[in-house]
């Protein structure tokens, strides 16, 4: 009999992933064994796990928890606060969802399973303690994310989106696989405690072999980010999908490996400035900036909204490298919570005035609506606004901290890039709202449905993006808190 | 160690050898000399008159997608079968777990008519 | 030239030959097949390197499974040799062959660069370690893994099933 307490099996550690996998597995049977019909209780099978997994973090929250799993699971800050963002994410495109499920008669069983799913795979990748998690995390979402894109089988577009997706998706996952070989090659374990060990008593094979290992690595994960100069597979994957599945892809799977992305690079490879962090810092610059400025000037020439998002989805994954490259991961996850809660709203306001199937998607088609629909368009202009940047809003404070944090990093020529970017994107946030309130309108515009839930969804964004624009103090305080508690923070603080 | 494993070789290569060596013999010893009837595919005498394949059914992918899954499922349990008696208890539950949530998913899939052939 | 040499040259060459017949080949199903031959040799360089458990599954699962996949999904789009249309990207290969023959430099550089240590005299990847392995050290890796086996079968039936209406 193996020795179960070295193994330090803490279910306590595992309950959030464990209430949403016991959502899935609840949905998956009530859709099995349901009469005919529409699956009416899915999604409230789901909310309740995702409530669940919320109680479960917040129990967790505050305590000291040695990595548990044999290693395989690391309680930290991090992992909390990016889990409150997978789960935050995870409820609102649930409940975005269930108009859009109800309207099409799309099976509803299998869409919250899926989701759920994908949810698990984001939380285990941000609480991974070792490559292999992280691999297992992220192919579950990744995999969960390919099959919800194609998820109305009878639209072309949809079924384009999840081609596309899955196609670099796989390639994407293949270069990152090949980068944790080759880093298990030269550290020779896979687990990131023992390989910034390794890394720091320099017991590496060969320093060659971890360069190129992390840097294929980082190919990977910009890949999954949707940064220049991968971000090919963006637009066409976020126009075709279904809304409601575009505004979870565009912020749930790109929270989950910016978590990924901070575990490896940020705490575990060493920012001591030598040759490793130098590199990886040098090609996350020339990311960011690539990506600040493709998605900038690309989304200024789009017609259709749902790829305006998307540019605009690339730019700010250029913004939140900044955080990556400052090597501070409390201003990456706030930057991450304020932009899931203004382009979940975005994206959800888009899915109800697309109408039923995404048909009008196109800036024009929604002309004059400003007046006749003005709950919504005023919605809308909140939620462009923020993802511009105005004062006040989540999106300002977003960038406003992690922009300081970059600055006080060293790299003042990437803030101001980022400043100046953050200024002309403004320009193409603007114009759906000029278009909405200042264009008239020649067809008959009749306002679209808004069920409940989706109210309740769209209150949620509004509010998160409200307050952590005028009140963010709280939040802010609390992850500096946090962040000094974090053992590999606190080595990094102690290195400056 | 890897020497145990030489007459597994051997037979690779033998087989190899023999089914490319009768490939061979059959292009050099045999007369080549092809005409438009001696291509054409055999139909009893008559010739074809629509190509041999027909619509595929997405049936067979289904169960091709569920055999590749449940065989996965018997690759993981072959190690636990040949250990199981060090790990105990402990090893039982935890493959019992994994093997309840495959049942979950079997269920799963039977309710929805996936095992359904007609 | 030691006969472990001469093995690995042997199983590289089927492995690096497969790749390059699936590339080459205009049948569809010719590249299936070479992908066989390549997985065949994968498994025999498994073998080679002490995972005889991985090499076995390589073959069971991969050969037997997934490109049985592979071939009825090819049977299933009724692909052709002549319906390969021509590329107007071509372009591309300017810029990709350059490219990919610098990432081949730089891995090439960087595996003669490593100092190979000498394997550590153990026995190797046995189906009883990987046993022990999967169930303690692995554990959540494994009931993770579970997750992921359940989230395909539901994400291929709902691709795969047949409209009843």
Known sequence: MPNVQELNLNYNAILPELCVIGAGLAIMMYDAFAPKGPRRLAGWIALAGLAGATYSVWRLWGLETAPSFNGMLLTDPLRLTFSIVFLLVAAVSVMFSMQMLDDERLPAGEYFTLLMFGTVGMLLMGGAGDLAMLFLGLETLSITTYVLAGFRRGDLRSNESALKYFILGSFSTGFLLYGMALTYGATKTTNLAGIQEAIATGALTSPGLLTVGAALMLVGFCFKIATAPFHFWAPDVYQGAPTPVTAFMAAGPKAAAFAAMLRIFVMTFP?????????????????????????????????????????????????????????????????????????????????LLARVGDEKTDIEDFAGIGFKSFGLAMLLTVFLLSLGGIPLTAGFMGKLVIFKQCWQAGHTTLVIVAALNSAVSLYYYLRPVVVMFFREREEEFVPPRVSTMAEVALTLALFGVIYLGVFPGRLLSELDRLAKRTPAAAQLNSQR | MLAEYLPTLLFLIVATGIGIALILIGNFLGPKRPSPEKLSPYECGFNAFEDARMQFDVRYYLIAILFIVFDLEIAFVYPWALVFRELGVFGLIEMGVFLALLFIGFIYVWKKGALEWE | MTFEQILFILFAGIVVGGAASVLLQRNPLYSAFSLITTFVGLACLYVTLKAQFLGVVQIVVYAGAIMMLFVFVIMLLNIRDEDTAVDPNRFLVYLTIPLGAILLGALLYVVTKVNLAQPTGDEGGTVERIGTNLLTKYLLPFEATSVLILMAVVGALHLAKREKE
């Open chain 1, 271 to 351: 920012a001591d400035g030598g040759d490793l962090s130098r590199a990886t810092t040098g090609v996350l610059v020339i990311v960011a900036i690539m990506s600040m400025i493709v998605g900038n000037v690309a989304a200024i020439r789009q017609t259709d909204i749902k790829r305006m998002l998307a540019y605009s989805s690339i730019a700010h994954a250029g913004y939140a490298l900044l955080g990556v490259v400052a090597g501070d991961w409390t201003s990456v996850m706030f930057y991450l919570l304020t932009y899931a809660v203004m382009n979940l709203g975005a994206f959800g306001v888009v899915s």
